[in-house]
């Protein structure tokens, strides 16, 4: 009995040496941390292109490309000096091999025979995904185009244009009577509304620019089915006033495009002259050519002429009859409307001039003015048209330019279709017409679209570059140009799910997605380094036990210890996949603010994770064996590439 509680408590000895044990975790380390290097290295370079966006696009996506670069930093130097360290502490005692685990074990028998029938089927498997990536391209050629997916701002923004010679009193009551309209939808809780210029120099807007921001209420006191999108078509239905024309947007991207662009719809067309009457022409003749666009809509064209101005022209021979000169006329006139300063207050350090001048009864009419009474030595008071033509005359309401050059504009917002397609039916529509610009003028077109064509400009032209960068790190990272085109192929076949994926959930295509392949071409590549590991891993395997010549190798040897290479050693390739859906697919299903930019930067990372996984688990370990086979054939042994060291 002693004998028996003694070999229960009696310690086993160690089934490795601590010399052993570390020699393994050292050649370990090596095998794997070389390709999680670069492959960290790879996915920073894939991020290149998002440091190259300025603008708007930049100032959105800086922060998350700065804020991954600097993770995947730390991460590439923890892989090489602090994971080998932590593994030495905590690896210890007898470990279970991975078919020891049920998940593993499953998941291998699984894949194993399916590997298998892919080596089998190679013709098949290879046009089938040659299909699949064809069929994107009409795909992605059907999808709209957008710059930044719309952001909710849970708000909206009316801004509705009146002629521009409106008075204060009439710009007043439309915009009571706005307001009141406005309030009676129900899902509507506060109305706040503006006529002309705030009390700010940054803000030029004139008297005629009404700006109502709308407040709603939380989507749960809303009526049954109702959107954002029919709140807005039925408020615009029940606000149609003579000589006034409608416009819908939201209060901080408005700001957006007037700070940056200066125009405040979605897209304007900007018209270019050296003649303001010729400039509003111009701009009527572009307004009639769009009209009917689908997806255009709160067309109109920027007031540049119908402004009224008082004009006062003394008349100097009446002035020396009456005894009086230019100075006393000028004196009364500014006096009576502008206001005449007659002292100061003084608060605190502040100064401030006290002015006075006639009641609004009394100059709110030309009949009025024209009887303002100006004091003459000789005939007592005489009214100001004795000495002067008081009329109204035509002028611009307000002057714009672009580079010193005089600019009128055509604006619109997009409703109901994506961005890209309606204005370039617009240009086309534009184009057709003749007539329409004389010489010395021009368009050129603003607003969204201009920052639309700016990032894909620079997206266009930076994404080869970073393709090339990626593909040298692969050839440091395996010596070997074949290896490297192994790995970097996982990223057209990427795009396939990400393609299907943004498709089918019916998202444009903007600099958001562009941002969002970007970073799944990163974790592509990745995982296919992995599998490539794995391979050559199996390939040394090989090499070892039947020595390198093609008269020891045969096919079902390459193809045994491909099969063996791809499946043994899934379970770390299946990890890299899932710890990026797992950390994705949340967004899905997520709600409120921000959501709606969101969703489409991680759509095609999901699709394309997926699509990518399927084709490293699959096709990847066919080319390679394909290669394989080529070499022996070619060259009578392998080229295995040492990826450890």
Known sequence: MIKWFKNIFKKSPDWISEEDRLAVITKSSKQVSRGVFFATVIIITSFLPVFMLTGQEGKLFHPLAYTKTFIMIVDALLVITLAPVLISFFMKGKFKPDNANPVNRVLEKVYEPVIRTVLKWRKTTIAINVIALLITIPLLKNLGTEFIPPLDEQSILFMPVTLPDVSNAEAKRILQVQDKIIKSVPEVDKVLGKAGRANTATDNSPISMIETIITLKPKSEWRKGITKKDIVNELDAKLQIPGVVNGWTQPIINRINM?????????????????????????????????????????????????????????????????????????????????????????????????????????????????????????????????????????????????????????????????????????????????????????????????????KQTLMWIAPVVLVIIFFSLYFAFHSVREAFLSLITVPFALIGGAYMIYFWGVNLSVGVAVGFIALFGIAVETGIVMVIYLNDAMQQLIKLKGNSSETITKEDLREYVVHGAAKRLRPKLMTVCVSLFGLVPILWASGVGVDVMQPIILPMIGGVLTSSTHILLVTPLIFLMSKEYELRKYGKLEVHDVQH
């Open 259 to 455: 700070l940056a662009t200066g125009i405040r719809t979605d897209v304007g067309i900007k018209v270019f002259g050296q003649n303001l009457d010729t400039i509003a022409a111009v701009s009527e003749k572009v307004k009639a050519a769009l009209e009917g666009t689908p997806g255009v809509s709160d067309l109109f064209v920027e007031p540049i002429t119908g402004g009224k101005y008082l004009s006062i022209d003394v008349k100097r021979a009446e002035l020396a009859r009456y005894g009086l000169n230019v100075d006393d006329v000028n004196q009364v006139v500014e006096s009576a409307l502008g206001g005449a300063t007659i002292g100061n207050t003084i608060e605190g350090r502040q100064r401030f001039s006290i002015s006075v001048r006639l009641a609004q009864e009394y100059r709110n009419s030309v009949e009025r003015i024209q009887r303002i009474p100006i004091q003459s030595a000789t005939f007592g008071e005489v009214p100001l048209s004795a000495v002067a033509d008081v009329k109204f005359e035509d002028g611009p309401p307000m002057i714009s330019s672009d580079n010193a050059i005089l600019r009128g504009a055509v604006m619109f917002n997009v409703r109901d279709r994506d961005l890209g397609s309606t204005v370039k039916d617009a240009m086309e529509k534009l184009n057709k017409e003749k007539g329409v610009l004389p010489e010395g003028y021009f368009l050129e077109w603003s607003g969204q679209y201009e920052n639309l064509i700016r990032g």
